[in-house]
């Protein structure tokens, strides 16, 4: 299957602090990304989806000015958490669509700590 | 939206038993089932999937049905090893490049 990476892939920050995740495409083109955020023991909840060169679509509830999706190129997407709180703390995930077989491949995830 | 329901929510089997899970998606214009496997701390990762236009998949020892009139889809884990044991999730949409949603996962335990 096709490999996406994800950056950093554990990061603590400091309450109020922004964090900027990345995650790439490494094999193939990916013109939508999409962002998910896991609760331990949870499922996936995706946040927004992500489009090259056109304005990401946030979920109902999904605060887009705190979570800030900008996807620059085909092969990188990246997610700010502005202005982080411990609340924020969660594991997130990128997945990519990978067009050659039309489904989604995801990163392995960055783990967010708010202190 | 999109509504995804997935049961059950923990599996034990013996080894070399089978493991069934199943899962109803609410959207009549869902086309799309993939089925994830997540080990603790680590990324999902794609196991199978099926298209509305079939009704049953297969890959070795996994297996992937579709009943699109009733809305639910299953997979199936024949002659399962302890490696096996991960959380699954199902999950509906329209596509790959469409938005998934995920039921709320399968942990599935092999026991020697």
């Not at chain 1, 392995?108 to 202190?115: A, D, E, I």
């Amino acid at each position: 299957g096709a490999v996406v990476s994800q950056h950093p892939s554990r990061v603590i920050c400091k309450s109020g602090t922004s964090v900027k995740i990345e995650c790439r495409s490494l094999d193939f083109q990916a013109t939508t990304m999409f962002w998910y955020r896991q609760f331990p023991k949870q499922s996936l909840m995706l946040m927004a989806t992500s489009n090259e060169g056109s304005k990401a679509t946030y979920e109902q509830g999904v605060e887009k000015d705190k979570f800030l999706i900008n996807h620059a190129s085909l092969t990188l997407s990246t997610l700010t958490v502005t202005s982080a709180h411990p609340e924020d703390s969660s594991f997130y995930i990128c997945s990519a669509r990978d067009y050659r077989e039309d489904t989604q491949y995801f990163g392995p995830g960055t783990r967010l700590t708010v202190l | 939206g999109e509504n995804v329901e997935q049961h059950p929510s923990t599996l034990s089997v013996q080894e070399g038993d089978s493991a069934v899970i199943k899962c109803t998606y609410s959207d009549s214009a869902s086309n799309y089932f993939p089925w994830y496997k997540q080990e603790l701390g680590k990324r999902p990762q794609l196991i199978i999937d099926i298209r509305s236009n079939v009704g049953e998949k297969k890959d070795q020892r996994i297996a992937v049905t579709l009943n699109k009139t009733a809305k639910h889809f299953s997979l199936h884990i024949t002659e399962t090893q302890p490696e096996d044991s991960a959380v699954y999730f199902c999950a509906a949409g329209g596509g790959g490049g469409n938005k998934l949603t995920f039921g709320t996962g399968t942990q599935l335990k092999v026991e020697l």
